[in-house]
């Protein structure tokens, strides 16, 4: 599969999807290429979920057409499918089978003959550090342990494209550090999708991201150029005794200071000009018995607005 | 792959331990009746050998048993279908088959074959009682094995028709009822019509089993148990197809 699989793993052209009246995906185009791992970023209900679920043909689209490794989903389903490894929301796991077993049953359900079974067993367990549980019973496992059975099911044969649906929802923080570092592992080979609420998530693992609203992809770039987007220079900072607004903006590189309650501000500054060194020299000098400052965290409604922001202002005309 | 699925299906159904509660009591039943037409025969046994032409150990001990075989399957065989799709969905394990390089035809016969192959386990116990009377009797093997038959075709119906009524629902209990409630309502309309040519002895699978039980081997019970299955399961097939466009 090395050197057949073509540049292109998945195309996916035009989708649209409804539920009764409802129309939950609306044109919905996305590309993934070899070796790339593309982050679907987006809130609950956004239709995520729905999309992997059309990737996968577990829905059929009302309307576009999907190719997986060059083969059409909705003509040939069986042989594009062949190259999909899925794991849904909610893991697909048999709780009376022991994870060996388990593996091995959607090996061979994926076509992988018996010989070819045990040694794809012993990667995927191993990638997904799951070797002292194989012959422990999966509704005994934890949710951290089942989610890790759920992507070692996925990738247990070795399909070009691996999608995944919120795959560290329910893991620890270092269960969800081992989980991205596999993810960006998988990158290197296959071609991965995973949708996530979390912006951290894309933003330390994928390489691409799409994000997605109200059923309409609303931006698609690289991540890198996705965070300049979401970077917000700022800190917000308290002080037990608080000088006049007009000080603190008087500050320079300062363009903007809000007041939140009587002693936590926030403070907005230019990119390339960060004053918090002058801000503590002076708290130090004034006495303004400065009590913390934190960096402004990105979250995914400033990138949403500042996207769409942007998108209004573009096409101002044609609305 | 439909092999692979089958060895699943009874993987799960053999893993339940309510199953093997099932298997036990069956079998106390079927073992029970079987010991009670045993006795009823060696009673009258000296009447009837003044007979000229009197029925024999088989057609007075088996056939009975296969018959209330029979009627128990119809209440039983809605208890092991139900959950084969119905639990797929409701535990959110239906994406895996959906998203595998199998089609629905695979998927459905598949779990057909794997329920086929649970319900010979359950019912061989019948004829392997039977067969104990070889040690003192000679046996109808004609009359045995047509009855071996009508039971595998009769237990196919019931099967593809449960499985088609857990295709519906995610409700385990609801296929399970919904099934009993056919069968059940199929057998009562025909034992309760008494004009002999009423339409609702044809749409009786109890009803075309009896050919077999008398160890009649006739082509048009053979073909209305194969075509009665096939619609249940083609319908089972389109269910699940429906289930990709309508989510």
């Given at each position: 599969m090395s050197n057949a699989t073509p540049a292109l793993t998945l195309s996916a052209q035009h989708l649209k999807r409804s539920f009764g009246k409802q129309t939950v995906i609306h044109d919905v185009s996305l590309q993934l290429h070899r070796g790339e791992v593309l982050g679907l970023l987006g809130h609950n209900g956004a239709g995520k979920s729905t999309t992997m679920q059309m990737l996968t043909g577990c829905l059929t689209p009302d309307s576009g057409s999907i190719a997986i490794c060059g083969i059409d989903l909705l003509r040939e389903p069986t042989l594009a499918k062949a190259h999909i490894g899925y794991l849904p929301e909610t893991p697909p796991l048999y709780k009376e089978m022991t994870v060996a077993d388990y593996l091995t049953f959607v090996a061979r359900l994926h076509g992988l003959k018996a010989e070819a079974a045990p040694e794809a067993l012993a990667l995927a367990l191993q990638r997904c550090g799951l070797n002292d549980k194989r012959n422990k019973l999966i509704g005994t496992l934890s949710k951290g342990y089942q989610q890790r059975v759920g992507i070692a099911q996925a990738i247990i044969h070795q399909p070009a494209i691996v999608i995944l649906d919120e795959p560290t929802v329910g893991l620890d923080p270092t269960q969800i550090r081992e989980i991205r570092t596999l993810i960006r592992e998988l990158g290197n080979q296959h071609s991965v999708i995973l949708s996530t609420h979390l912006l951290s998530e894309v933003e330390s693992i994928c390489d691409r991201v799409e994000i997605m609203q109200n059923g309409k992809l609303i931006y698609g770039d690289t991540s890198a150029r996705m965070q300049r987007y979401g970077q917000i220079s700022g800190f917000t900072v308290s002080l037990r005794n608080p000088p006049a607004l007009s000080e603190l903006q008087g500050i320079v590189g300062v363009t903007r200071v809000e007041q939140m309650t009587a002693h936590e501000f926030r403070v907005l500054h230019a990119l390339e000009h960060n004053p918090s060194a002058e801000l503590l020299t002076l708290a130090a000098q004034q006495g303004w018995h400065l009590e913390q400052l934190t960096p402004l965290q990105t979250r995914l409604e400033d990138v949403y607005a500042k996207i769409t922001d942007a998108e209004t202002s573009h096409a101002g005309e044609s609305n | 792959m439909i092999k692979l699925l089958a060895l699943r299906e009874l993987r799960s159904l053999f893993s339940a331990p309510s199953t093997w509660f099932m298997l036990a009591a069956l079998q106390f039943i079927f073992a029970w009746f079987f010991l009670a037409r045993m006795d009823a025969y060696l009673e009258l046994q000296p009447q009837l050998?003044?007979?000229?032409n009197a029925p024999g150990a088989t057609a007075s001990i088996a056939a009975p048993v296969f018959n209330v075989v029979a009627l128990m399957l119809m209440m039983l065989i809605p208890m092991f279908t139900m959950r084969a799709i119905a639990e797929e969905r409701r535990n959110q394990t239906l994406p895996l088959l959906l998203s595998s390089p199998l089609s629905s035809m695979q998927i459905v016969l598949g779990k057909f074959l794997g329920l086929m192959l649970f319900l010979m386990v359950l019912m061989s116990s019948a004829p392997l009682m039977i067969y104990t009377l070889q040690l003192g009797t000679p046996l109808d093997q004609g009359l045995l094995w047509s009855n071996v038959l009508g039971l595998i075709l009769l237990s196919a119906s019931y099967a593809a028709l449960g499985l088609y009524m857990s295709s519906l629902t995610n409700q385990p209990v609801i296929a399970a009822i919904s099934t009993l409630a056919v069968l059940l309502g199929l057998w009562l309309a025909d034992i309760s019509s008494n004009a002999p040519d009423s339409p609702w002895h044809m749409f009786s699978p109890l009803f075309h089993f009896q050919n077999f039980n008398f160890g009649l081997l006739d082509s048009g019970d053979a073909v209305f148990f194969l075509s009665f299955s096939s619609v249940f399961l083609l319908l089972a097939m389109r269910r699940l197809n429906n289930n990709r466009v309508y989510g």
């Amino acid at each position: 599969m090395s050197n057949a699989t073509p540049a292109l793993t998945l195309s996916a052209q035009h989708l649209k999807r409804s539920f009764g009246k409802q129309t939950v995906i609306h044109d919905v185009s996305l590309q993934l290429h070899r070796g790339e791992v593309l982050g679907l970023l987006g809130h609950n209900g956004a239709g995520k979920s729905t999309t992997m679920q059309m990737l996968t043909g577990c829905l059929t689209p009302d309307s576009g057409s999907i190719a997986i490794c060059g083969i059409d989903l909705l003509r040939e389903p069986t042989l594009a499918k062949a190259h999909i490894g899925y794991l849904p929301e909610t893991p697909p796991l048999y709780k009376e089978m022991t994870v060996a077993d388990y593996l091995t049953f959607v090996a061979r359900l994926h076509g992988l003959k018996a010989e070819a079974a045990p040694e794809a067993l012993a990667l995927a367990l191993q990638r997904c550090g799951l070797n002292d549980k194989r012959n422990k019973l999966i509704g005994t496992l934890s949710k951290g342990y089942q989610q890790r059975v759920g992507i070692a099911q996925a990738i247990i044969h070795q399909p070009a494209i691996v999608i995944l649906d919120e795959p560290t929802v329910g893991l620890d923080p270092t269960q969800i550090r081992e989980i991205r570092t596999l993810i960006r592992e998988l990158g290197n080979q296959h071609s991965v999708i995973l949708s996530t609420h979390l912006l951290s998530e894309v933003e330390s693992i994928c390489d691409r991201v799409e994000i997605m609203q109200n059923g309409k992809l609303i931006y698609g770039d690289t991540s890198a150029r996705m965070q300049r987007y979401g970077q917000i220079s700022g800190f917000t900072v308290s002080l037990r005794n608080p000088p006049a607004l007009s000080e603190l903006q008087g500050i320079v590189g300062v363009t903007r200071v809000e007041q939140m309650t009587a002693h936590e501000f926030r403070v907005l500054h230019a990119l390339e000009h960060n004053p918090s060194a002058e801000l503590l020299t002076l708290a130090a000098q004034q006495g303004w018995h400065l009590e913390q400052l934190t960096p402004l965290q990105t979250r995914l409604e400033d990138v949403y607005a500042k996207i769409t922001d942007a998108e209004t202002s573009h096409a101002g005309e044609s609305n | 792959m439909i092999k692979l699925l089958a060895l699943r299906e009874l993987r799960s159904l053999f893993s339940a331990p309510s199953t093997w509660f099932m298997l036990a009591a069956l079998q106390f039943i079927f073992a029970w009746f079987f010991l009670a037409r045993m006795d009823a025969y060696l009673e009258l046994q000296p009447q009837l050998a003044q007979l000229a032409n009197a029925p024999g150990a088989t057609a007075s001990i088996a056939a009975p048993v296969f018959n209330v075989v029979a009627l128990m399957l119809m209440m039983l065989i809605p208890m092991f279908t139900m959950r084969a799709i119905a639990e797929e969905r409701r535990n959110q394990t239906l994406p895996l088959l959906l998203s595998s390089p199998l089609s629905s035809m695979q998927i459905v016969l598949g779990k057909f074959l794997g329920l086929m192959l649970f319900l010979m386990v359950l019912m061989s116990s019948a004829p392997l009682m039977i067969y104990t009377l070889q040690l003192g009797t000679p046996l109808d093997q004609g009359l045995l094995w047509s009855n071996v038959l009508g039971l595998i075709l009769l237990s196919a119906s019931y099967a593809a028709l449960g499985l088609y009524m857990s295709s519906l629902t995610n409700q385990p209990v609801i296929a399970a009822i919904s099934t009993l409630a056919v069968l059940l309502g199929l057998w009562l309309a025909d034992i309760s019509s008494n004009a002999p040519d009423s339409p609702w002895h044809m749409f009786s699978p109890l009803f075309h089993f009896q050919n077999f039980n008398f160890g009649l081997l006739d082509s048009g019970d053979a073909v209305f148990f194969l075509s009665f299955s096939s619609v249940f399961l083609l319908l089972a097939m389109r269910r699940l197809n429906n289930n990709r466009v309508y989510g």
